[in-house]
């Protein structure tokens, strides 16, 4: 069965603390690997897309690796503004659906 | 400018009364798709259509149906709701066929059946 799994569930961060969130998926035959961000009272609003092993994104103070088994979320120096739920979501071959994990809630303090 | 709209964006209703949330995207895609996010469950497929007058189940589609007549609408259906109905619906839409695409995400309805 198809699986995704994020962690932490939540995780707290001084501003300017940098830290990784992960996600870790079992799936037949990895098409793609997407990471969204979502705000409160919002839809999913998309971050990254990732392909193959080894495949890095950046964007701002985000950047996303891959490698076969999973995936990290690294925050740099974080700002309140960055304070958000990250999920990640995968494609299997095949398959016309995205399987998403239950997310990491992230707070980011001044 | 680009988006995916739905309505309504909040809903209260009863047991057995049938409901429509509509969908509806400007931006030429292909394939839409509906999902139900639930806490400790994360966001689950519940139709979704590659193409006008094509569609098919997700994981949770029960109690649910779908229409696909117009390239830009995809309304999802309730005929008869339950309690177990109550979630945060969004609506989707990609490019072209496949998930293996960015998708894009309408605003959400988040709907209460009592």
């Known amino acids: 069965e198809d699986q995704v799994t994020q962690s932490p569930e939540a995780l707290r961060l001084q501003e300017g603390e940098s830290s990784s969130l992960n996600c870790s998926y079992t799936v037949s035959g990895l098409r793609g690997l997407f990471w969204y961000r979502q705000d409160p009272g919002k839809g999913p609003e998309f971050l990254f897309t990732?392909?193959?092993a080894g495949e890095e994104k950046e964007k701002e103070r985000l950047k996303a690796t891959l490698t076969k088994k999973e995936s990290f979320l690294h925050i740099t120096a974080p700002k309140p503004e960055d304070s958000a739920t990250y999920l990640c979501?995968?494609?299997?071959?095949?398959?016309?659906?995205?399987?998403f994990g239950t997310g990491t809630r992230l707070l980011v303090s001044p | 400018e680009a988006q995916v709209t739905q309505n309504p964006r909040y809903l209260i209703t009863v047991t057995g009364k049938k409901l429509t949330v509509t969908c509806s995207q400007n931006m030429n895609h292909e394939y839409m798709s509906w999902y139900r996010q639930d806490p400790g469950l994360g966001l689950r497929q519940i139709y979704y259509s590659m193409n006008v007058e094509v569609t098919d189940k997700g994981d949770v589609p029960e109690g649910y149906k779908v229409s696909r007549k117009e390239k830009r609408n995809f309304p999802l259906i309730l005929e008869s709701p339950s309690p177990n109905q109550t979630s945060l619906y969004f609506c989707?839409?990609?490019?072209?066929?496949?998930?293996?695409?960015?998708?894009?995400f309408g605003p959400g309805t988040r709907l209460l059946v009592l």
């Open positions: 990732l392909y193959s």
């Open positions: 979501a995968v494609t299997p071959a095949g398959f016309q659906k995205l399987v």
């Open positions: 989707a839409s990609s490019k072209r066929q496949g998930a293996i695409e960015t998708q894009y």
